[in-house]
């Protein structure tokens, strides 16, 4: 299994950007699909976007961040990144990173498929 240690987390005003990155460590990282997900205070932990194993050339994106947020995978720098874009305060969450195994298995969505997390980073968007 791989470790993952998130970054990149911070205030932010409405409209601005941020730029979280994910680094694995202990496991063959390019074979891993991976995803980020995020919990607000009071809500259940939900999708934002995932990437597909090796090349990355499937992406998901949850529609409440579609054209906003971009997944990206160096596997060369073990790490996965994502933009963020055109904040507003309804993205304020705990930011995770998560792996899931994926050599020859399709990409997914849901946070049970997904067998190795961060431990988060909080992201914070002032109105």
């Known amino acids: 299994q791989v470790q993952l240690v998130e970054s990149g987390g911070g205030l932010v005003q409405t409209g601005g950007s941020l730029r979280l990155s994910c680094v694995a460590s202990?496991?063959?990282?390019?074979?891993?699909?991976m995803g980020w997900f995020r919990q607000a205070p009071g809500k259940e932990r939900e999708f934002v976007a995932a990437?597909?194993?090796?090349?990355?050339?499937?992406?998901y994106y949850a529609d409440s961040v579609k054209g906003r947020f971009t997944i990206s995978r160096d596997n060369d720098k073990r790490t996965v990144y994502l933009q963020m874009n055109s904040l507003k305060p309804e993205d304020t969450a705990v930011y995770y990173c998560?792996?899931?195994?994926?050599?020859?298995?399709?990409?997914?969505?849901?946070?049970?498929?997904?067998?190795?997390w961060g431990q988060g980073t909080q992201v914070t968007v002032s109105s």
């Open positions: 202990g496991g063959a990282f390019s074979n891993y699909h």
């Open positions: 998560a792996a899931d195994w994926g050599s020859s298995r399709p990409l997914k969505t849901g946070a049970a498929d997904f067998g190795s």
């Open positions: 990437i597909s194993w090796w090349n990355g050339n499937s992406q």
